[in-house]
């Protein structure tokens, strides 16, 4: 009965609730045991608070049962949030050494948003340190695994959520995407993740990475419960200077149009510049088998050639670090968090640099360094100067795209799931993984990954990129639905077929292995 209920929908569930079918805190109690069960084999949460989950839901169970109406379509659905967003209740680690343990003095507005719609938090999910990486691998905390097969990576940054999500701990989670870190993930462990429009979801009291790139999303396991999840959490917020002052664009009203309708004259461009050397043969087959799927449906689709995609990835490499050296430069052993070598002897230099040490994983004092040197006086101009100008080339060639097709296609990500530890001592296969998935946050506009069966190559999950214009991400998730449909019909929704983790494939991690590393 339990683990029936971990198998459904978000509105399913929500369904269930609000007719008092069920309640909101036998729901939670399910997804609590869920995680009991299998989160051992997958480690996706760095901190799980049932006591806390289980007071919200019943408070939402309450108000049903004052005949008040639910607060938001998804009230008392069991959610989990990446660990980079602050909770005033919970730790906030960003898998980082240099925050454990840290509980912020305020919740971030996606947080604050979540609880007001009677959304239930279990807890906080695992993810590369302060969200640079794209295994998870990253994490001071301990890698998570893929649901898929236990040897494999769940992709990163926000590998936590994504396999938390795949693994049926819950429903929903909230990711964040600087550069890909909710599509690969989503795409790799067979789920749907969106990275709204730039400015579309406040990054208030999110820890920032890359503030000109960063944003928040959701994780589902379909693309309607995506977009229920992105009207809880987007939307204007005074308290984030980025963020856009227009309505939420329609996004479940399109997910319900799509599931309901076809495609007929929609107009989809397939990317050239993303297939060739580097790219799984699996991957590349399911992507046009999921090609022929929208043309099925009714879509118009054309290629389209956007020759600045090909410079995407080192412009990434500069601009986010050169972001990422000045954001950390807050984490210094003074105000919060980690602090070494605090006696008398010691100046506040020699204490700031000794916590940093100590504090940082080996990528993010990588990328401080690059940061800081595509930033010095003598290079800004041939580095980061130069990454600027190729953004820009970026943004015109989607722009010239949508004048053309109505959304942009291409594979998520180049490969599926690689093996645990295959690219951690070659930080450039790593950075490879998001190939395909860093154009559209150079240029801010909404994209999603959506599953699009397993390769036939390894038998792996394989994700469909769907790229829309700003502020248009309803247009990404109408086609994400139509698509979703069909291919359920044909084969079955995917997230179904992840191997039963219950049977315990791996020793628990020792409290060292798990806090000492
Ligand atoms: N994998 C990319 C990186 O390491 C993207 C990370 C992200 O989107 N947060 O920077």
Redesign the pocket.
């Known amino acids: 009965m339990t683990t029936e209920l971990t198998r459904l929908s978000a509105a399913d569930l929500a369904g269930r609730i609000h007719a008092r079918d069920t309640t909101a805190v036998e729901v939670t109690q399910a997804h609590l045991d869920r995680i009991a069960a299998v989160d051992r084999a997958v480690h996706a949460f760095l901190y799980v608070d049932a006591d806390a989950a289980l007071a919200a839901a019943a408070a939402v169970d309450n108000r049903l049962r004052c005949g008040d109406p639910p607060a938001s379509p998804l009230a008392g659905v069991p959610l989990a949030l990446k660990d980079v967003f602050a909770t005033v209740d919970m730790p906030t680690t960003c898998g980082s050494r240099i925050l454990q343990g840290w509980r912020p003095p305020y919740d971030a507005t996606v947080t604050r948003r979540l609880r007001e719609a009677g959304v239930v938090i279990l807890g906080k999910t695992n993810m590369?340190e302060f969200?640079?990486?794209?295994s998870t691998e990253n994490s001071a905390y301990g890698p998570t695994r893929n649901p898929w097969d236990l040897d494999r990576v769940p992709g990163?940054?926000?590998g936590g959520s994504a396999a938390a999500v795949a693994a049926f701990q819950v429903p929903l989670a909230i990711g964040?995407?600087?550069?890909?870190?909710?599509r690969?993930p989503s795409a790799v462990t067979g789920t749907v993740g969106v990275k709204p429009t730039y400015g579309g979801v406040s990054r208030y009291g999110l820890v920032a990475?890359s503030s000109s790139l960063?944003q928040g999303g959701p994780v589902a396991r379909t693309v309607l419960d995506a977009a229920l999840l992105h009207e809880v959490i987007g939307g204007y917020d005074a308290l984030d200077s980025t963020s856009i002052d227009a309505p939420v664009p329609p996004v479940a009203q399109a997910a319900r149009a799509g599931a309901a309708g076809d495609l007929a004259g929609v107009r989809v461009g397939v990317v050239s510049q993303f297939r060739g050397e580097g790219y799984q043969p699996g991957v590349l087959r399911a992507f046009d088998v999921a090609v022929s799927r929208l043309r099925e449906l009714g879509a118009h689709v054309i290629e389209v050639s956007c020759r600045s995609f090909d410079h995407a990835l080192p412009a990434?490499y500069l601009i986010?670090p050169s972001e990422c050296s000045s954001n950390l430069a807050r984490f210094d052993g003074m105000r919060y968090g980690l602090r070494v070598g605090d006696d008398s002897s010691r100046s506040a230099e020699e204490v700031m640099s000794l916590t940093r040490e100590a504090g940082f994983g080996p990528e993010v004092k990588r990328r401080i360094m690059l940061g800081t040197y595509a930033l010095s006086a003598g290079y800004y101009d041939a580095y980061y100067g130069q990454a600027q100008r190729v953004r820009t080339l970026i943004i015109r060639d989607f722009a010239a795209a949508f004048e053309r097709v109505d959304v942009l296609v291409s594979p998520t990500a180049p490969t599926t799931a690689f093996r645990l530890g295959e690219r951690v001592g070659d930080p450039l296969a790593?950075?490879l993984?998001?190939l395909c998935t860093i154009p559209v946050?150079l240029a801010g506009n909404a994209a999603l990954s959506v599953p699009a069966g397993l390769s036939d190559d390894d038998g792996l999950p394989v994700g469909l990129q769907v790229m829309a214009p700003a502020l248009a991400d309803d247009r990404a998730y109408r086609v994400a639905a139509a698509y979703e449909v069909a291919r359920n019909a044909a084969d079955g929704p995917l997230a179904h077929r992840v191997p039963d983790l219950t049977e315990d494939r791996l020793p628990p991690p020792s409290i060292a292995e798990v806090v000492g590393r």
Request: aromatic residues 12%; negative net charge.
């Open positions: 590369d969200a640079m990486g794209s990163g940054s926000g964040t995407d600087t550069g890909g870190s909710i690969q990475f960063d990434y986010s790593m950075y993984s998001d946050n």
